[in-house]
Nanobody, 115 residues
Framework: QVQLVESGGGLVQPGGSLRLSCAAS????????MGWYRQAPGKQRELVAD???????NYADSVKGRFTISRDNAENTVYLQMNSLKPEDTAVYYC?????????WGQGTQVTVSS
């Protein structure tokens, strides 16, 4: 049973930082790509960043230079360091792993950027 558990969300002021974590279990995650998506109220879920098993990263244009995705394969954990946060980053953030043709999702963690 694949399980993904996110943590680290919360309320932060504009310009602040947060670090999201996603702990994975149920399979050998080191061989699969993982990523972070987000969904704001009234909007579709969108890709924030993803990372291959070899550490190649990809970012949405809106977060380039501000967010950093990383993974610790020994700990089956993927991280999202978010700096210079903006109100438009407010959303529920979801961790995902793509195993062959299937995406598995965590329950999400709320990030709110507001003064």
């Amino acid at each position: 049973q694949v399980q993904l558990v996110e943590s680290g969300g919360g309320l932060v002021q504009p310009g602040g930082s947060l670090r999201l974590s996603c702990a994975a279990s149920g399979t050998i995650f080191s061989i699969w790509p993982m990523g972070w998506y987000r969904q704001a109220p009234g909007k579709q879920r969108e890709l924030v960043a993803d990372i291959t098993s070899g550490g190649i990263t990809n970012y949405a244009d809106s977060v380039k230079g501000r967010f950093t995705i990383s993974r610790d394969n020994a700990e089956n954990t993927v991280y999202l360091q978010m700096n210079s946060l903006k109100p438009e980053d407010t959303a529920v953030y979801y961790c995902t792993v793509k195993i062959q043709l299937l995406y598995y999702w965590g329950q999400g963690t709320q990030v709110t950027v507001s003064s």
